[in-house]
């Protein structure tokens, strides 16, 4: 089975115009949630999150109320049934969204200035040596993040998994107690590192973007 990619990215606040066209397929519980987040991009991160979900499900031919049956796990991660499963993530101004069979974690980052000495507490000491030799350890860094936390939202247990437990230097797998999770490195979008985790290798990967239809076209730039 493929994996199903759905995005969306943004460039000015529409959140409000978005709850007002989709006002009928989101519930009440997602439209309080809303007002929960301080600032604009998290509103809209979140609103276009659930869209995504809402998309990916019909087209796994799930009724459109679907996200009122929406669930979450002890560790808070949504889910619907055992038919599909699904992860979200989102940066910058992109969202996605990535649809399974079996358990999937989906992370992306987007590249920025850190100081790497921040985290040598989760890289393992084989990880920390790719990135002292690496030609780009600031993309290199994204790169391993961004398998390490695909890894940890595809178990779905949350920060109850470390970080520095997940091993990313090896490409391809990665080893998780008595797990195997096959992890692909996505290079949709420039300046951004995105990974997607998965317990069986999936035989392609589909991908998409979704531009939402807005009733009035208010909203303030993206900054």
């Known amino acids: 089975m493929s994996v199903l990619v759905l995005y969306t990215d943004y460039s000015y606040c529409m959140y409000e115009s978005l709850l007002e066209t989709y006002t009928n397929f989101l519930t ?3 439209k309080d949630q809303v007002s929960t987040y301080r600032r604009w991009q998290d509103r809209q991160a979140f609103v276009l999150g659930k869209l995504l979900i ?11 109320d679907c996200l009122s049956k929406l669930q979450l796990n002890h560790y808070g991660k949504a889910y619907i049934d055992s038919s599909v499963f699904f992860n979200l993530s989102h940066s910058g101004q992109y969202v ?19 100081d790497l000495d921040d985290f040598k507490t989760i890289f393992s000491e084989q990880e920390m040596n790719q990135l002292r030799v690496s030609l780009d350890p600031l993309t290199d860094f994204f790169r391993l993040w961004t398998v390490k936390e695909s890894v ?4 779905g247990k949350g920060l109850s998994l470390p970080l520095q437990l997940i091993n990313a230097s090896k490409f391809g797998t990665v080893r998780v107690e008595k797990k195997t999770w096959y992890v692909k490195e996505i290079n949709l979008f420039q300046n951004y590192c995105c990974a997607i985790a998965t317990l069986s290798e999936p035989s392609s990967f589909f991908f998409e973007k979704v531009n939402f239809e807005i009733i009035n076209e208010r909203g303030r730039p993206f900054t």
């Open 28 to 30: 009440q519980k997602i």
């Open 54 to 64: 809402w998309e990916g499900l019909k087209y796994h031919r799930y009724e459109e």
């Open 96 to 114: 996605i969204c990535a649809f399974y069979k079996e358990e999937i974690g989906i992370d992306i980052e987007k590249i920025e200035q850190v």
């Open 152 to 155: 940890i939202k595809a178990e």
